[in-house]
Nanobody
Framework: QVQLVESGGGLVQAGGSLRLSCTASGSIFSINAMGWYRQAPGKRRELVAA???????NYADSVKGRFTISRDNAKNTVYLQMNNLKPEDTADYYCNAGGVTTWLADFDSWGQGTQVTVSS
């Protein structure tokens, strides 16, 4: 099994910054992609940013220019630097990772979520 543990959420004023971290552990042979999703109350979960093996990134239009996703392959860790936060960024943020286990099975794992609240 593969477990993801997130950290870094909290309460911040509009215009502020937060950095989320997510570390994958367990029976990992390789990780192909890692990403961050978010879900606000009453809304569907949406992709915020993703980074694939090789370093290519993808961002939701609403966060382009404000959020930066990065990855430390040696630590199986993905980060989300969030700058110029807006009240509409308030949501539960979830880490996702996909790859291959040590017994060569595909995995697609989720973290437990971390809450981000941006006050106006």
């Amino acid at each position: 099994q593969v477990q993801l543990v997130e950290s870094g959420g909290g309460l911040v004023q509009a215009g502020g910054s937060l950095r989320l971290s997510c570390t994958a552990s367990g029976s990992i042979f390789s990780i192909n992609a890692m990403g961050w999703y978010r879900q606000a109350p009453g809304k569907r979960r949406e992709l915020v940013a993703a980074i694939i093996d090789g370093g290519s990134t993808n961002y939701a239009d609403s966060v382009k220019g404000r959020f930066t996703i990065s990855r430390d392959n040696a630590k199986n860790t993905v980060y989300l630097q969030m700058n110029n936060l807006k009240p509409e960024d308030t949501a539960d943020y979830y880490c996702n990772a996909g790859g291959v286990t040590t017994w060569l099975a595909d995995f697609d794992s989720w973290g437990q979520g971390t809450q981000v609240t941006v006050s106006s």
